[in-house]
């Protein structure tokens, strides 16, 4: 059973940067991103890595800006987010799935989830 835990949330003014952080419990995940959700928004997926290979992937609005990596003999996923954005601010959630194949940036695709940290970006 993987367990997640995210860390590193918090204000910042925009421009600024914030690293956050992903402990994993448990073994079993093939694959792992970094999804966020604003007030009233949907989930939407923000980059997401393969646990072996490294093989990387951003949205569209992030790209740049954003470095998702991973630690595996700490266990640990980061998300490094640089030059932030207003729009930035939401919830953000570590999310990971133990299937093999293909792993877009779908919510359904990931079967473990975190609790969450939050990210306030002012100006």
């Known amino acids: 059973q993987v367990q997640l835990v995210e860390s590193g949330g918090g204000s910042v003014q925009a421009g600024g940067s914030l690293r956050l952080s992903c402990a994993v419990s448990?073994?079993?995940?093939?694959?792992m991103a970094w999804f966020r959700q604003a007030p009233g928004k949907e989930r939407e997926g923000v980059a997401r890595?393969?646990?072996?290979?490294?093989?990387?992937y951003y949205a569209d609005s992030v790209k740049g800006r954003f470095t998702i990596s991973r630690d595996n003999a700490k266990k640990t996923l980061y998300l490094q987010m640089n030059s932030l954005k207003r729009e930035d601010t939401a919830m953000y959630y570590c999310?990971?799935?133990?299937?093999?194949?293909?792993?877009?940036?779908?919510?359904?695709?990931?079967?473990?989830w975190g609790q969450g940290t939050q990210v306030t970006v002012s100006e």
């Open positions: 448990g073994d079993g995940r093939y694959c």
């Open positions: 890595i393969y646990t072996g290979s490294g093989s990387t």
């Open positions: 999310a990971a799935s133990s299937t093999s194949g293909y792993c877009p940036l779908v919510v359904n695709r990931y079967n473990t």
